[in-house]
């Protein structure tokens, strides 16, 4: 055996020495010679660095047995197992995929300097955290058949808290109100999940950048952070940041003008601008300023004008004057619509809730509409809209509408717990888009301690291409009153019905419905039920046409943030019908995003029935009912309001009036479990009154002093299983007899 370098050769064979898992194969695959190629000393140094650069071997040695190269290798050894103990703060599963990403996992090959980079960024991850204490260790043990076993020892330590921030150079605002910017600061009673006090490198350039906006905003545009520093305590327990900063000079605006070539007349662009001369120059006004003259032009079919501000600085007088530099740009057309992943549904579902139209003017604002429209048909888990311009022209564009499709049909099966209903048990199929056209048909039944109900219906949402509705329901209900108001009566209700629904704006419909209802009543134990009875039979065929109307801006349906539900409806059992009565309610919901993470949610609910004809009153099985979780919480679900005389049962009235306020805060969690949980603190207020009926308790007429107030905490989670609803409260104003309840909660219930 001789080196290489002895001579020149013609390689007539290969051989590999040295390997245990890896195949020769391998090895050959990254040589930059093969057989029959002459190797001189020049060579052998380009076959060592090609084997060392694959990563696998620790030691490379080229020598020769006559015409026979051979190569003399070391593999590293491969990683047999990876364990990491003492870490609490980041998951395991987190820390090996981090792991995986920088190369080191169970099966590679071992590379001391990989560990060496893992060490680091294990240390930077519990660093970004604020545990500067934290100590990693990692440990080599040899294995048999060339294999190690790596284990990697967290000692993660304290976290190290934000004891305090220094500003330093501020003089025409007070530190107090400063700090109010920043998202970090010291420990309050919030931290704990706020984790305001964890230092973080990232939070403190974005509390710096609010900071600059805070003092951009009031005027002070020569505004200037001189420096930073960041020191931690010899325990790295306390961290200490001091801020240097140079106001300049508050400036005020001295002129505001309009320049280049507006597409609109400047009457209707100069109400957009919402700077004022004299007032203080806002960077922030100025911004929103551009993006609502952005907005109308985009509206108005210029999609991409360019709106510009130029700030004029006077030094001396300390003075701007703001320039809109407005270049609409030609006005675009929209070429063509298309649809795209629509794989069951047709495309006409979607082109029908399109507000922007082929051939017409580009609106951004039409675009944003039409989105919206497609997103609430619940069909779709994604929408999105593309708008790019047309190759070789500049004045039109495509619309492109994306979407992801969500199953077409649901079987469902579920079972709930209710404090005023007990066991619910439900099941249903439906299909929201029957066979891609947007068509709704549903099927189902829940059953209770109280109620059963059987269910079937019809909806063609675009029964006319004008986007009027036509809908046809059936259903069977049979309630134990006893069981869910403690009343002894009971009835079997059958219903047939057919509905319109007719557009009057994109977030508004009237509706008008027809409706033959069967009922079969009996009576119990209950004096006011026999009596009813005695006067009307307990047998009744009644034909009643409804009216509503509604309007909803809410953001989402579930967990809304802001906008509204506002609904107006009525019924009346028309003449030739056993029963003659009218109903009808008014509900009101608004929710106001006072921060992005803090909601106030106000609702409202008036409604009142009464008889006419030869029915003097309004019948007492439909009457309104308050009190329980979705009313008046801290008092026993329908227990509010009129009882009957004999049996003392809660029997309702004719007239409720409910309403709540209720504040919602952000919850102690991260992540995806966030979306779903919703903690509030909430003020009810409600009762229901029957007209002077001498049959009845309490039935003294319409009072506000009968109102019964409540407040306390709730919590609503959407789990995997079903929604929960949880609630403590505190009646503020208990009456004798009223039946309150503390804690409530309800289980398997839409919300």
Same mark, same amino acid.
Request: aromatic content about 10%.
């Given at each position: 055996?001789?080196?290489? $370098?002895?001579?020149?050769?013609?390689?007539?064979?290969?051989?590999?020495?040295?390997?245990?898992?890896?195949?020769?194969?391998?090895?050959?695959?990254?040589?930059?010679?093969?057989?029959?190629?002459?190797?001189?000393?020049?060579?052998?140094?380009?076959?060592?660095?090609?084997?060392?650069?694959?990563?696998?071997?620790?030691?490379?040695?080229?020598?020769?047995?006559?015409?026979?190269?051979?190569?003399?290798?070391?593999?590293?050894?491969?990683?047999?197992?990876?364990?990491?103990?003492?870490?609490?703060?980041?998951?395991?599963?987190?820390?090996?995929?981090?792991?995986?990403?920088?190369?080191?996992?169970?099966?590679?090959?071992?590379?001391?300097?990989?560990?060496?980079?893992?060490?680091?960024?294990?240390?930077?991850?519990?660093?970004?955290?604020?545990?500067?204490?934290?100590?990693?260790?990692?440990?080599?043990?040899?294995?048999?058949?060339?294999?190690?076993?790596?284990?990697?020892?967290?000692?993660?330590?304290?976290?190290?808290?934000?004891?305090?921030?220094?500003?330093?150079?501020?003089?025409?605002? #007070?530190?107090?109100?400063?700090?109010?910017?920043?998202?970090?600061?010291?420990?309050?009673?919030?931290?704990?999940?706020?984790?305001?006090?964890?230092?973080?490198?990232?939070?403190?350039?974005?509390?710096?950048?609010?900071?600059?906006?805070?003092?951009?905003?009031?005027?002070?545009?020569?505004?200037?952070?001189?420096?930073?520093?960041?020191?931690?305590?010899?325990?790295?327990?306390?961290?200490?940041?001091?801020?240097?900063?140079?106001?300049?000079?508050?400036?005020?605006?001295?002129?505001?003008?309009?320049?280049?070539?507006?597409?609109?007349?400047?009457?209707?662009?100069?109400?957009?601008?919402?700077?004022?001369?004299?007032?203080?120059?806002?960077?922030?006004?100025?911004?929103?300023?551009?993006?609502?003259?952005?907005?109308?032009?985009?509206?108005?079919?210029?999609?991409?004008?360019?709106?510009?501000?130029?700030?004029?600085?006077?030094?001396?007088?300390?003075?701007?004057?703001?320039?809109?530099?407005?270049?609409?740009?030609?006005?675009?057309?929209?070429?063509?619509?298309?649809?795209?992943?629509?794989?069951?549904?047709?495309?006409?579902?979607?082109?029908?809730?399109?507000?922007?139209?082929?051939?017409?003017?580009?609106?951004?604002?039409?675009?944003?509409?039409?989105?919206?429209?497609?997103?609430?048909?619940?069909?779709?888990?994604?929408?999105?809209?593309?708008?790019?311009?047309?190759?070789?022209?500049?004045?039109?564009?495509?619309?492109?509408? $994306?979407?992801?499709? #969500?199953?077409?049909?649901?079987?469902?099966?579920?079972?709930?717990?209710?404090?005023?209903?007990?066991?619910?048990?439900?099941?249903?199929?439906?299909?929201?888009?029957?066979?891609?056209?947007?068509?709704?048909?549903?099927?189902?039944?829940?059953?209770?301690?109280? $109620?059963?109900?059987?269910?079937?219906?019809?909806?063609?949402?675009? &029964?006319?291409?004008?986007?009027?509705?036509?809908?046809?329901?059936?259903?069977?209900?049979?309630?134990?009153?006893?069981?869910?108001?403690?009343?002894? &009566?009971?009835?079997?209700?059958?219903?047939?019905?057919?509905?319109?629904?007719?557009?009057?704006?994109?977030?508004?419909?009237?509706?008008?419905?027809?409706?033959?209802?069967?009922?079969?009543?009996?009576?119990?134990?209950?004096?006011?039920?026999?009596?009813?009875?005695?006067?009307?039979?307990?047998?009744?065929?009644?034909?009643?046409?409804?009216?509503?109307?509604?309007?909803?801006?809410?953001?989402?349906?579930?967990?809304?943030?802001?906008?509204?539900?506002?609904?107006?409806?009525?019924?009346?059992?028309?003449?030739?019908?056993?029963?003659?009565?009218?109903?009808?309610?008014?509900?009101?919901?608004?929710?106001?995003?006072?921060?992005?993470?803090?909601?106030?949610?106000?609702?409202?609910?008036?409604? &009142?029935?009464?008889?006419?004809?030869?029915?003097?009153?309004?019948?007492?099985?439909?009457?309104?009912?308050?009190?329980?979780?979705?009313?008046?919480?801290?008092?026993?679900?329908?227990?509010?309001?009129?009882?009957?005389?004999?049996?003392?049962?809660?029997?309702?009235?004719?007239?409720?009036?409910?309403?709540?306020?209720?504040?919602?805060?952000?919850?102690?969690?991260?992540?995806?479990?966030?979306?779903?949980?919703?903690?509030?603190?909430?003020?009810?207020?409600?009762?229901?009154?029957?007209?002077?009926?001498?049959?009845?308790?309490?039935?003294?007429?319409?009072?506000?002093?009968?109102?019964?107030?409540?407040?306390?905490?709730?919590?609503?989670?959407?789990?995997?299983?079903?929604?929960?609803?949880?609630?403590?409260?505190?009646?503020?104003?208990?009456?004798?007899?009223?039946?309150?309840?503390?804690?409530?909660?309800?289980?398997?219930?839409?919300?």
């Amino acid at each position: 055996m001789q080196p290489v $370098t002895a001579a020149v050769f013609q390689i007539a064979d290969i051989r590999v020495e040295g390997l245990q898992r890896i195949a020769p194969g391998t090895v050959f695959n990254y040589l930059p010679v093969q057989i029959g190629d002459t190797v001189a000393e020049d060579v052998t140094g380009s076959i060592i660095r090609a084997l060392y650069k694959t990563g696998f071997f620790d030691d490379v040695r080229v020598e020769r047995d006559g015409n026979v190269l051979v190569l003399w290798v070391r593999e590293r050894p491969a990683i047999a197992e990876i364990k990491i103990t003492g870490n609490k703060d980041i998951e395991t599963e987190a820390l090996n995929t981090a792991l995986e990403d920088i190369g080191l996992k169970e099966g590679r090959v071992f590379n001391r300097s990989v560990l060496d980079r893992i060490e680091q960024e294990l240390e930077r991850q519990y660093f970004a955290r604020g545990k500067y204490g934290v100590i990693i260790q990692s440990t080599v043990s040899p294995l048999e058949r060339n294999r190690v076993s790596i284990h990697i020892e967290v000692i993660e330590g304290l976290t190290a808290r934000i004891k305090q921030i220094n500003l330093i150079g501020n003089k025409a605002f #007070k530190s107090e109100e400063l700090n109010q910017q920043f998202k970090l600061g010291s420990t309050r009673w919030n931290s704990f999940y706020s984790k305001n006090d964890q230092y973080s490198k990232q939070k403190l350039a974005g509390d710096l950048e609010a900071l600059r906006s805070f003092y951009l905003d009031r005027g002070y545009i020569k505004f200037e952070i001189k420096s930073t520093q960041v020191s931690i305590s010899a325990d790295k327990k306390d961290i200490y940041i001091a801020i240097v900063i140079d106001e300049g000079q508050a400036f005020t605006i001295s002129d505001i003008k309009l320049a280049g070539e507006p597409s609109v007349p400047v009457e209707r662009l100069f109400p957009l601008i919402h700077l004022k001369r004299g007032d203080f120059f806002s960077r922030k006004v100025t911004t929103e300023s551009s993006e609502r003259i952005s907005g109308l032009l985009g509206d108005e079919g210029y999609a991409f004008a360019n709106v510009n501000t130029v700030p004029e600085i006077n030094e001396a007088a300390h003075q701007v004057a703001v320039t809109f530099f407005v270049d609409s740009g030609k006005r675009v057309y929209v070429r063509r619509l298309n649809m795209k992943g629509n794989t069951r549904t047709r495309d006409e579902v979607l082109r029908r809730e399109m507000r922007q139209l082929e051939t017409a003017w580009f609106s951004a604002e039409l675009v944003r509409k039409s989105r919206e429209r497609i997103q609430r048909l619940g069909y779709f888990e994604e929408v999105n809209i593309a708008t790019p311009a047309v190759p070789g022209s500049a004045d039109q564009v495509d619309v492109d509408v $994306t979407v992801k499709e #969500k199953p077409a049909g649901n079987l469902a099966a579920g079972i709930g717990f209710s404090q005023s209903q007990g066991i619910l048990l439900n099941a249903s199929i439906t299909q929201n888009n029957f066979l891609g056209t947007g068509k709704r048909v549903a099927m189902a039944f829940n059953t209770s301690t109280s $109620t059963s109900l059987y269910q079937i219906g019809y909806t063609n949402p675009y &029964y006319t291409v004008d986007g009027i509705s036509r809908g046809f329901n059936a259903s069977y209900t049979e309630t134990d009153f006893s069981k869910l108001i403690g009343a002894n &009566y009971a009835s079997n209700v059958g219903t047939t019905e057919m509905t319109f629904g007719l557009p009057i704006a994109d977030n508004s419909r009237a509706g008008l419905g027809f409706r033959y209802q069967y009922t079969d009543f009996t009576a119990g134990d209950s004096s006011l039920a026999r009596q009813f009875i005695t006067d009307n039979g307990s047998r009744f065929n009644d034909y009643l046409i409804s009216a509503s109307y509604s309007n909803d801006t809410r953001d989402t349906a579930i967990f809304p943030t802001k906008g509204g539900l506002r609904t107006l409806s009525t019924e009346i059992a028309v003449p030739g019908s056993a029963l003659q009565y009218y109903k009808m309610n008014y509900q009101e919901q608004r929710y106001v995003a006072l921060t992005s993470r803090f909601i106030v949610s106000l609702t409202g609910n008036i409604a &009142y029935g009464d008889g006419y004809g030869e029915s003097p009153e309004l019948p007492f099985f439909e009457n309104y009912y308050a009190g329980g979780p979705r009313s008046v919480r801290g008092w026993v679900a329908n227990s509010i309001g009129p009882r009957e005389i004999i049996t003392d049962d809660p029997v309702g009235g004719n007239l409720k009036m409910v309403g709540s306020l209720e504040f919602f805060i952000p919850a102690p969690v991260g992540g995806e479990f966030e979306k779903t949980l919703r903690l509030g603190t909430f003020l009810d207020f409600g009762s229901v009154w029957a007209m002077n009926d001498s049959r009845l308790l309490n039935a003294t007429g319409f009072d506000l002093a009968d109102l019964r107030y409540s407040t306390g905490m709730s919590m609503t989670w959407l789990s995997p299983v079903g929604a929960l609803s949880i609630s403590l409260a505190y009646p503020l104003t208990e009456k004798n007899g009223d039946e309150t309840q503390v804690f409530q909660f309800g289980f398997g219930q839409a919300f």
